[in-house]
Antibody, heavy 119, light 107 residues
Framework: EVQLVESGGVVVPPGGSLRLSCAAS????????MHWVRQAPGKGLDWVSL????????HYADSVKGRFTISRDNSKNSLYLQMNSLRTEDTAFYYC????????????WGQGTLVTVSS | AIQLTQSPSSLSASVGDRVTITCRAS??????LAWYQHIPGKPPKLLIH???SLNSGVPSRFSGSASGTDFTLTISSLQPEDFATYYC?????????FGQGTKVEIK
């Protein structure tokens, strides 16, 4: 059974930094592109970032480019999101998501971790 | 970025009703569209990919179709566990984008 478990969400002041983690199990983690998707309170889903299976390529939404860095450690079956220069508008549930076979839709999601940016 | 516009934004329906949700893309996206169900407190769940392919384990009362830039999610007979918010997502053109969601509520 595929499992994705996020952690690291806390309350952080504007301008602060945070690192989210996602522990994966139940599938060949090192064979799949992985994504982060977020949902602000009362809002819809918003794609944030992706990293290819080998960690060689990554892409970001314009709203986080230059502030967030996605990474992975295939030896630990883990995905990360380093979040710097946080803004109040980054407040959201952050989900890690496994890409479907061959195309960037999301066939498994974690439960999410809440990041609150507030003074 | 490609915009996806869902309609309606919300609807009220009864158990057993047939429900249809539409997602209109601002540009041609071929069949690169997925549908998700999101129940508060749970992770989003993939229902449909490539516009009409039912994901493994998803009940057959869910179906998807496409006509040009218009996509439809149909629930043939609404069940109590189907009350949720539904999102479409396009994966034809980077950046991947979602519709704003359609909340299905109990009448």
């Amino acid at each position: 059974e595929v499992q994705l478990v996020e952690s690291g969400g806390v309350v952080v002041p504007p301008g602060g930094s945070l690192r989210l983690s996602c522990a994966a199990s139940g599938f060949a983690f090192d064979a799949y592109t992985m994504h982060w998707v977020r949902q602000a309170p009362g809002k819809g889903l918003d794609w944030v970032s992706l990293i290819t299976w080998d960690g060689e390529n990554s892409h970001y939404a314009d709203s986080v480019k230059g502030r967030f860095t996605i990474s992975r450690d295939n030896s630990k079956n883990s995905l990360y999101l380093q979040m710097n220069s946080l803004r109040t508008e980054d407040t959201a549930f952050y989900y890690c998501a496994k890409e479907g076979t061959g195309d960037p839709y999301f066939d498994h999601w974690g439960q999410g971790t809440l990041v609150t940016v507030s003074s | 970025a490609i915009q996806l516009t869902q309609s309606p934004s919300s609807l009220s329906a009864s158990v057993g009703d047939r429900v249809t949700i539409t997602c209109r893309a601002s540009l041609v996206i071929s069949s690169a569209l997925a549908w998700y169900q999101h129940i508060p407190g749970k992770p989003p769940k993939l229902l449909i990919h490539h516009a009409s392919s039912l994901n493994s384990g998803v009940p057959s009362r869910f179906s998807g179709s496409a006509s040009g830039t218009d996509f439809t999610l149909t629930i043939s007979s609404l069940q109590p566990e189907d009350f949720a918010t539904y999102y479409c997502q396009q994966f034809n053109t980077f950046p991947w984008t979602f519709g704003q969601g359609t909340k299905v509520e109990i009448k």
